[in-house]
Nanobody, 122 residues
Framework: VQLVESGGGLVQPGGSLRLSCAASGRIFSITTMGWYRQAPGRQRELVAS?????????NYADSVKGRFTISRDNPWNTVSLQMNSLKSEDTAVYYCYGRVKPTQAGFENDYWGQGTQVTVSS
């Protein structure tokens, strides 16, 4: 299973970026997809997550509520993070993850992307 992110870069404070992540490989289902981030000298922290199914459960870190929006796109194995009103403290490497069930009878495991740098600076 591979998760590939795209969309990071340099943006000025107050600007916007959109991150995307696509999962591929041996996948039967993906229950949860989301984004973590890690700034230099800090622990990796959850940014946002979204469950599968009709009634999707969304979860956001308090620091990004009202500014970031996570969505599960078509096809079902992709997830995006729309980031608005970006602040310097949002600067970090952003990692996509997916909780994947490779086969119908198999167990779920968490898989991670390679990370994409987001830098908010004037």
């Amino acid at each position: 299973v591979q998760l590939v992110e795209s969309g990071g870069g340099l943006v000025q404070p107050g600007g916007s970026l959109r991150l995307s992540c696509a999962a591929s490989g041996r996948i039967f289902s993906i229950t949860t997809m989301g984004w973590y981030r890690q700034a230099p000298g800090r622990q990796r922290e959850l940014v946002a997550s979204i469950s599968a199914g009709k009634n999707k459960i969304l979860n956001y870190a308090d620091s990004v509520k009202g500014r970031f929006t996570i969505s599960r796109d078509n096809p079902w194995n992709t997830v995006s993070l729309q980031m608005n009103s970006l602040k310097s403290e949002d600067t970090a490497v952003y990692y996509c993850y997916g909780r994947v069930k490779p086969t119908q009878a198999g167990f779920e495991n968490d898989y991670w992307g390679q990370g994409t740098q987001v830098t908010v600076s004037s």
